[in-house]
């Protein structure tokens, strides 16, 4: 199997956040569209992708809060 095999079954739709968004909102997000990353856009420039993964280590293990 091939990675065009895995994206041929995926909706083609990219989902982006901006830097101005909070981490709980994009959580909202991921969860409502059943993904498991954002595109993080500037100036449509990309400037980073966040993850469920990010959001595990970064802001829970931490104890940070999402909002």
Do not use: C
Request: proline fraction near 1%.
């Amino acid at each position: 199997m091939y990675v065009e095999n895995v994206l041929a079954q995926k909706d083609n739709h990219i989902w982006t956040i901006t830097p101005d968004d909070t981490v709980y909102e994009a959580l909202l997000m991921m969860d409502r569209r059943n993904i498991g990353a954002l595109l993080v856009m500037q100036n449509e420039k990309l400037i980073g992708i966040l993850s469920e993964r990010d959001y595990a280590r970064k802001i829970i293990i931490k104890g940070k809060s999402s909002k």
